[in-house]
């Protein structure tokens, strides 16, 4: 199981925004199927308040329905994410002392959890602590965002992002803010169609750089 690390070589220090990634254990995909992906954000989502609070395993279809949390409880702030096969992607900004490693900690127990129980497996799911980036500028914020999104592009999931349902793009350009907050990244920009300009602009490249990471692969083989 995933375990709450309170000595990080790189203290995760409140008000300040980090760029978060881990990868399955072996490089095992963690998501096998639709179901797996809506499970993981609903826990993403659960998990970003602090409790007192049941664990998500015990809640109902209906009492995730009436989950009405205090904002103020936040332990962390989503900007944004993305959900791939075998790793995921966040952007987040810590609001509350070691906010991050105990929403981290919840999410990963609680999704290694289902995940075991659900395919008869035992063992970590995930590979060893979360690696975290921090951000020192508002241009680094920005790039990172689009490089989150531009993830399933990048790996020859999708060519059209916006259909993409495992990351937060959607939310971006629909103004949807049940789990990300979208508009930190957002006000950077004069327009919401800046921001898809932005993005959109790199999906051919992106493309190129996954051809050309093949051929590589395929001429050291």
């Known amino acids: 199981m995933y375990k709450y690390m309170p000595g990080r070589a790189t203290p995760l220090v409140i008000g300040e925004y ?5 990868r399955g254990s072996e490089k095992r995909d ?38 009405k949390p205090n904002p103020e409880n936040k332990l962390v702030q989503i900007l944004c994410y993305c959900l791939m096969p075998n790793h995921i992607h966040f952007l987040l900004k810590q609001v509350k002392e070691n906010g991050i490693s105990i929403f981290m900690s919840q999410l990963f127990n ?5 995940f ?13 602590v979360f690696k975290s980036v921090l951000m020192e500028s508002d241009e680094q914020l ?16 999708t060519n059209d992002l916006f259909s993409y349902n495992w990351s937060s793009y959607y939310d971006f350009l629909t103004g949807n803010e ?10 950077f920009f004069p327009s919401l169609g800046k921001y898809y300009k932005f993005v959109e602009d790199q999906v051919g490249y992106s493309k190129a750089l996954r051809i050309i990471k093949r ?5 050291e083989e």
């Open 30 to 67: 963690i998501f096998t199927q639709p179901r797996d992906y809506k499970r993981f954000l609903k826990t993403l989502y659960y998990y970003q308040y602090t409790g007192p609070k049941i664990s998500f395993s015990k809640f109902t279809k209906s009492d995730f329905n009436s989950f």
């Open 116 to 128: 075991n129980t659900k395919y008869n497996r035992v063992g970590a799911l995930f590979q060893g």
């Open 110 to 114: 609680s999704y290694t959890k289902y």
């Open 215 to 219: 051929q590589a692969i395929d001429f």
């Open 18 to 22: 980090y760029h978060l990634f881990n």
């Open 178 to 187: 049940k789990i990300s907050s979208v508009n930190q990244v957002l006000n």
């Open 142 to 157: 920005k790039h990172t965002s689009r490089y989150i999104h531009l993830n399933p592009v990048v790996a020859g999931l």
